[in-house]
């Protein structure tokens, strides 16, 4: 029998839409027999996550998403397979979400100096969790009608040179990769194509995150095209990581997304959950 992972997911925890139990059924439902449960900055949703798995029989892999900073670009870091009880790891991911905070209400100053009152009260309405995303601002824009979808909400207003844009720094590479490793996780670079760096930058960021006790890169991703799978295949093998997948879920309404709908890791690439390193055997 072919096990069916997916290690990339979110829930209401971060900007995910279903509860971390709901999460748990449905990918139960879709066939998934391995799950990772990655919110960003955030822990949350784990203890509700694992009494739900354990009464599915889907094994629950605890993670989490760390937002990053490299070399002036936001980049994320999945921890896989994390000790939640962690105190290293929650210190460092409350820092973030204090970041978070200061973020989401500058946010809402600079959509209110562009004419849109009431952004953070709104994205508070979306958001159930300790952290608010730019996600939740997203779903207040288009509910009020100022773009027809996510995708051009992001374009228009929150990111670089838009008017609810807010510079800053998430963590250090090495800092997040320290707290993963205090925790007993596999750090995993999510989604690598997605961020538009050239292969040569790539391959840098990829030295430093190796260097700091990195193991593992997402090759098939929900936001990873087939050619985006084939060149990152690639990479990995060539910068011998080990490979990962994850549909990146965030809910049934990205209808484009399917929890656990993955096409199978290419040839010549190892699987974080083979590796010896893994941390669930
Ligand atoms: P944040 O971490 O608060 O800056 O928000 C980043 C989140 O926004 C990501 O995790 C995605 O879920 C979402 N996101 C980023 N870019 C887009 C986009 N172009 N369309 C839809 N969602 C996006
Ligand atoms: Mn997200
Ligand atoms: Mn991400
Ligand atoms: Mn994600």
Not at 224 to 245: F, K, P, Q
Not at 257 to 273: D, H, Q
């Amino acid at each position: 029998m072919i096990i069916q992972h997916d290690l990339h997911s979110h829930s209401l925890a971060s900007d995910g839409t279903l509860a971390p139990g709901a999460l748990l059924r449905a990918a139960h439902g879709a066939g998934v027999h391995v799950l990772a449960l990655t919110d960003h900055d955030t822990t949350e949703g784990l203890a509700e996550a694992e009494q739900c798995a354990t009464e599915l029989g889907v094994q629950l892999v605890p993670g989490v998403e760390i937002s990053v900073t490299w070399q002036a670009q936001t980049i994320h870091v999945l921890g896989l397979g994390i000790d939640r009880g962690s105190a290293a790891l929650q210190k460092g991911l409350r820092e973030l979400r204090e970041f978070r905070n200061w973020r989401a209400g500058e946010i809402g100053l600079r959509l209110a100096r562009a004419g849109i009152g009431g952004a953070l009260e709104g994205a508070r309405v979306f958001s159930s969790g300790s952290i608010v995303s730019r996600t939740h601002f997203a779903r207040f824009l288009v509910e009020q009608g100022h773009a027809g979808s996510m995708r051009e909400v992001f374009k228009r207003f929150l990111v670089h040179n838009k008017p609810g844009h807010v510079p800053g720094e998430w963590a250090a590479l090495e800092d997040a990769l320290g707290w993963i490793r205090a925790a007993g996780g596999m750090a995993v670079i999510a989604h690598p194509a997605r961020y538009g760096m050239t292969s040569s930058k790539l391959r840098r960021m990829i030295g430093e995150f190796r260097d700091a006790g990195g193991l593992g890169m997402e090759v098939v991703s929900g936001s990873h095209n087939r050619d985006n799978v084939t060149a990152m295949a690639a990479l990995c093998r060539n910068e011998r990581l080990l490979a990962s997948c994850g549909s990146d879920y965030h809910g049934p309404e990205n209808c484009w997304i399917r929890l656990g709908e993955l096409p199978p890791l290419p040839a010549g690439c190892t699987p974080v959950w083979e590796s010896e390193h893994w941390p669930l055997q």
